[in-house]
């Protein structure tokens, strides 16, 4: 909008706007401030002028941070579903309000980060069949990161979407979100934290010659930065052993199964399942069932444990027709908390 137009919006002449535009003028009472706020359309508080509703405004944001925060850490700890619970309606509220013609900043970032953390979640929790319901919540954040053009929002986006249609089989799409997130990270650290993702989907896909290339970064970046649930060498040892069978390099996968790193941090209950699981997938190539067995049986417990169907299933395709009848219970695993979700 040029300075004529502005001012014939907002009743001041294009002199006027020019000086306030260069700071000769200033607007310094209330009331000019509230009625410029009221025909651009902007919250109060961008010029610094407080009301009741201004306030409301401020604790939702504050509120729905912490909200976004904690369901994460919930996540993290194992208990997606109560991340679940804590997100939906968080979201529901924040798209009402944009629906209301309330888009401020904050509020559209709140919204980007809520929808991320919602679809993560539900991927820890919905069985395979409905992932592509948590890539489609991931997506819808990136629609906003786009939008505003921020790298380090953008590369958390696409990180988290990437892994999620990962997850829902879309390998392809997956590994181009993927390489982007790396591209447009802003440094090492965040960098490090797409690069186990960009490696099991490059594993998924079967392109070895990539998988082999993002492998050998993380070496490299293990001892430059810090570690995370994600990030560290027993999660990388799990990446590496799955990407090896997945490229068609099963001799290799199974000479490094029983060289588990120690871990150098505290890892997330769920990664300790998928873990457990590609062990068992390397054992039973190796014609080792006993321990197949024994890895498998942890996985179901700790899987029940966390209410993760979708690794449920996994561990019934891991075990097939070749383990014992034992395996039945990770079945009526599945069942129960299919049960309970749909309730």
Known sequence: ??????GELLG?????????????????????????????????HVLGVTDPADTDYRAM???GGSTVRLAEIARQSGHASEAVSELWPLVARLEARIDDGHAERDVLHLLARARVGLGVALGNVLPEERLATAAH????????AEHFGDPRMTSYVLRMH???????????????????????????????AVLPLLARAAGALGDGGMFDRVMRETAVLLDRVDHTSLFNPSSLHEIR????????????????????????????????????????????MADDRSGASQSLDIAIREAETQRLPHQLQRIL?????RLPMQHATASQCLNRIRSEMAA
């Open 12 to 44: 001041y002449d294009k002199t006027y706007i020019s000086a306030l535009e260069l700071g000769k003028r200033a607007l310094d009472d209330v009331g000019s401030r509230r009625r410029v706020c009221d025909a651009l359309r902007l919250p109060p």
């Open 162 to 192: 990437g892994n999620e249609l990962r997850k829902a089989g879309l390998r392809g799409a997956a590994v181009q979100r993927l390489c982007r997130a790396a591209a447009t990270a802003s440094d090492e650290r965040a960098r490090a």
């Open 317 to 321: 395709r891991t075990a097939g027709t």
């Open 61 to 63: 944001l504050q509120f």
């Open 241 to 284: 052993l799955r990407g090896l069978v997945s490229t068609g390099r099963t001799k290799a996968a199974m000479r490094l199964v029983d060289q588990r790193p120690t871990p150098t941090t505290v890892v997330a209950p769920q990664w300790r399942v998928i873990e457990l699981i590609t062990v068992a997938n390397v054992q039973l």
């Open 1 to 6: 909008m040029n300075q004529t137009a502005l």
């Open 137 to 144: 919540w991931t997506a819808k954040s990136l629609e906003i």
